[in-house]
């Protein structure tokens, strides 16, 4: 036993949290230098993502939908937390052990920067750096010499008093808040691709998209509407931070089992014949009913466009497709069958917004997503399926999966109240690239009654449908089902998304007063 009270073990773990605290706010400013991405949240965040195992991912999504990402992050910072609290506490009797920790934290940062796929070397300075300042912090602040001022408050005859130590604490916590502020300004301002898009000047379409009907809208209030505004449209994607692509240096590689690989900027692209058309976009983790489907009007290139001029060999039979953040997609060379499969440089009548793959992505109709729809792309390679494997295929996701056929109820939501009386029943139905031919409602165990069907411009969009409903007081349950183009009625019988996408019909229950 020493003959001096240890100090309190709130203020120990506190010293511990401030240091870190200081290496993750230096690390953040060292990040805007180099990369977003290579900040060591973001890192191992992505290595995190990366590893998770599918049932895992599954779970997140479901569970926490499009806030998953925070969920990670709040997580990822707890554990931060603890981490450097028990590293003060630790440095309390050795100021040499905590100050190990700490700095074997920010190595994990290093280890996650290092294996990310967009990397380079440069990618794990962020990281060093607050494996360096953090444990140094930490011993600067156990190491301040003795003020006379201290000597009523001190505790320990080598370290520094309370007083100072919890002095010391906050203000280098207030420090690092104040870095890691003005690393969050200085990163939004460099990212700060709102300017750049705002400048670019769109082509007008070779083909331009059929006009919409007004009937495409079945006017039901509470339904989706047919072009979903870029701000509200689904988004799903591994990047914890919305990569940030520079028009200027960006590339697109055509390449691998081609007889003339080549390689084109953005104004070479955009040169290109335009087409314009209507795409309804689907995840494969979209549960019965769920949210991820959206349909927008889309302008880019024909990716056969694009692909004839490299001259496909015969024997390939995949299209690797690679994104700037290292994700990848395959799509099956077979599914470019003179279908509207394009690269896209506009969503909505706007350059592509940065979530959804700014400066081009492919968009091809009739696929889910992650076999198709490849954001911020950087390469298409015609390979084989033997040769290269993508990014969810690994995870165990279907190598080819067509978007099967869905409809969902929207109107009235699930378990609301309804007044009695006369009222609609409405929603959306997708087969992309087969169409919607027929929506069918069945109330209770009353028979099944087709619903009105909204227009559509094309077969590859989803479809607005309504039925006017005559509500008895009391608690109903409402089912859909749709059929495709093809006389194929969606089966009853419910598969879960993975690996090849969900099915079932949905359902709602309410009640009627
Ligand atoms: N770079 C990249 N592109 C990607 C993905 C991704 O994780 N990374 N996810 C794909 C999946 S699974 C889907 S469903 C669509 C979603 O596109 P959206 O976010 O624009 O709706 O993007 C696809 N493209
Ligand atoms: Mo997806």
């Known amino acids: 036993m020493t003959s001096h009270r ?10 511990g949290v401030a240091s870190m605290s200081a290496g993750v706010a230096v690390a953040q400013l060292v990040a805007v230098a180099v990369a977003p991405a290579s900040s060591p949240v973001v890192a191992v965040g992505g290595a995190f993502i990366d590893a998770t195992p599918t049932w895992l991912k599954e779970f997140a999504i479901e569970r926490f939908g499009t806030a998953d990402k925070t969920v990670l992050l709040t997580g990822i910072g707890l554990v931060l937390v603890v981490a450097a609290g028990i590293a003060g506490i630790l440095a309390r009797r050795r100021p040499s052990l905590g100050a190990a920790v700490l700095a074997g934290i920010g190595l994990v940062g290093v280890a996650a920067a290092a294996t990310r796929p967009a990397t380079g070397p440069a990618q794990t ?22 003020r006379a001022a201290d000597a009523v408050a001190a505790t320990s005859p080598t370290g520094p008093s309370r007083r100072s130590l919890l002095v010391g604490s906050l203000a280098v916590t207030a420090g690092a808040v104040v870095v890691g ?72 590689d055509i390449g691998g089992m081609v007889a003339e690989p080549y390689r084109i900027d953005y104004d070479e692209l955009l040169a290109m014949p335009m087409i314009e058309r ?32 490299a001259r496909v060999d015969r024997g390939a039979d995949q299209l690797f497709s690679t994104s700037v953040d290292g994700f990848t997609a395959s799509t099956p060379l077979g599914a470019l069958d003179g279908r509207d499969a394009i690269v896209a440089v506009a969503m909505n009548g706007e350059p592509l917004p940065a979530e959804h793959g700014f400066p081009a992505r492919m968009v091809i109709p009739g696929l889910y997503g992650f076999v198709s729809a490849t ?86 969009t989803w479809r607005q449908w309504w039925l006017p409903w005559y509500a008895d007081p009391g608690r109903h349950t409402i089912r ?25 019909w949905h359902e709602v229950v309410v009640i009627v007063r």
């Not at 962020?126 to 003795?146: C, I, N, Q």
């Not at 898009?197 to 079945?218: G, Q, T």
């Not at 979209?286 to 009007?297: I, K, L, R, S, T």
Request: glycine residues 6%.
């Open 6 to 15: 240890p100090r309190g073990i709130a203020l120990a773990a506190l010293s």
């Open 125 to 146: 300075l962020p990281s060093l750096a607050g494996a360096v300042v953090a444990p140094a912090v930490l011993l600067l602040l156990l190491h301040r010499p003795r």
């Open 181 to 252: 502020s003005v690393a969050n300004v200085l990163g939004s301002r460099l990212r700060d691709l709102e300017t750049t898009r705002a400048a670019i000047r769109l082509p007008a379409p070779a083909e331009p998209a059929a006009p919409l009907s007004a009937a495409v809208d079945v006017r039901v209030d509470g339904v989706t509407p047919f072009r979903v505004p870029n701000a509200d449209f689904y988004r799903v994607d591994t990047a914890l931070v919305v990569p940030s692509v520079d028009v200027s240096t960006w590339r697109l």
């Open 278 to 309: 209507d795409l309804t976009l689907t995840c494969v983790s979209n549960e019965v009913g769920g949210p991820y489907v959206g349909n927008a009007v889309w302008l880019g290139v024909r990716l056969t466009d694009l692909l004839e001029r």
């Open 375 to 460: 954001k911020w792309l950087v390469s298409l390679e015609a390979t084989t399926y033997a040769d290269r494997t993508a990014y969810w295929t690994e995870r165990g996701w279907a190598t080819d999966a067509p978007v099967r056929t869905m409809a969902r109820i929207e109107v009235p939501r699930p378990l609301s109240t309804v007044e009695a009386g006369m009222t609609a029943i409405a929603g959306t139905a997708w087969a992309q690239h087969r169409g919607i031919d027929r929506v069918e409602v069945q109330i209770d165990d009353q028979p099944w009654t087709a619903a009105r069907l909204g227009a559509v411009p094309s077969v590859d």
């Open 480 to 504: 859909v089902r749709a059929t495709d183009a093809s006389g194929q009625t969606q089966p009853a019988d419910r598969l879960a998304p993975f690996p090849s996408g969900a099915q079932g």
